[in-house]
T-cell receptor, first 113, second 110 residues
Framework: NAGVTQTPKFQVLKTGQSMTLQCAQD?????MSWYRQDPGMGLRLIHY???????DQGEVPNGYNVSRSTTEDFPLRLLSAAPSQTSVYFC????????????FGQGTRLTVV | TQLLEQSPQFLSIQEGENLTVYCNSS?????LQWYRQEPGEGPVLLVT?????EVKKLKRLTFQFGDARKDSSLHITAAQPGDTGLYLC??????????FGKGTMLLVSP
């Protein structure tokens, strides 16, 4: 089992560019989430999904879009990258509910210049 | 205001020492989880504690959930360099989503 797979692992963007961070899980989990991790701020929830076709906003959703067309995939789109979006992004999936144990990918380190 | 306060923020010790890190809140949690995150990796779940007063052991790691379900502690006996990492607690005080503390960064030197 691969678990949760995130691509790319590293990315550098110029201000104003758009891109999609990919996340795929092979555990058939209904619940998936995107977090960003910044020094001194901890992990903050960006968007989440409770199943295919259902998404909702977390604590810091501005500047990001998500969609969930299949159980396996949960991509995160940056619409117009800003330096404030420089961060490490983690995708996670949960088998039972969003507020229970989470399985994380290895992360994507994004730098916006 | 941080929902989950972790202390200390940083801890640097020698191999073989014992240590305890704390996760505190003013809110009641139905359960709390502990994760360890190594550099360049995602957090990995260590344990979930559910019942007030519960103690769980994972080899040299002992996790305790407070009686009032507002706090938790992680005790490591005879720390080893492989224990180095960021220790995160997480839980939900009735929300549908998970809240994380900022973590305790542990460095164990040989």
């Amino acid at each position: 089992n691969a678990g949760v797979t995130q691509t790319p692992k590293f990315q550098v963007l110029k201000t104003g560019q758009s891109m999609t961070l990919q996340c795929a899980q092979d555990m058939n989990h209904e619940y998936m989430s995107w977090y960003r991790q910044d020094p001194g701020m901890g992990l903050r929830l960006i968007h989440y999904s409770v199943g295919a076709g259902i998404t909702d906003q977390g604590e810091v959703p501005n500047g990001y879009n998500v969609s969930r067309s299949t159980t396996e995939d949960f991509p995160l789109r940056l619409l117009s990258a800003a330096p404030s979006q420089t961060s490490v992004y983690f995708c996670a999936s949960s088998p039972r509910a969003l507020n229970t144990e989470a399985f994380f990918g290895q992360g994507t380190r994004l730098t916006v210049v | 205001t941080q929902l989950l306060e972790q202390s200390p923020q940083f801890l640097s010790i020698q191999e073989g020492e014992n240590l305890t890190v704390y996760c505190n809140s003013s809110s009641v949690f139905s359960s709390l989880q502990w994760y360890r995150q190594e550099p360049g990796e995602g957090p990995v779940l260590l344990v979930t504690v559910v019942t007030g007063g519960e103690v769980k052991k994972l080899k040299r790691l002992t996790f305790q959930f407070g009686d009032a379900r507002k706090d938790s502690s992680l005790h490591i006996t005879a720390a080893q360099p492989g224990d180095t990492g960021l220790y995160l607690c997480a839980g939900s005080p009735g929300y549908s989503t998970l809240t994380f503390g900022k973590g305790t960064m542990l460095l164990v030197s040989p």
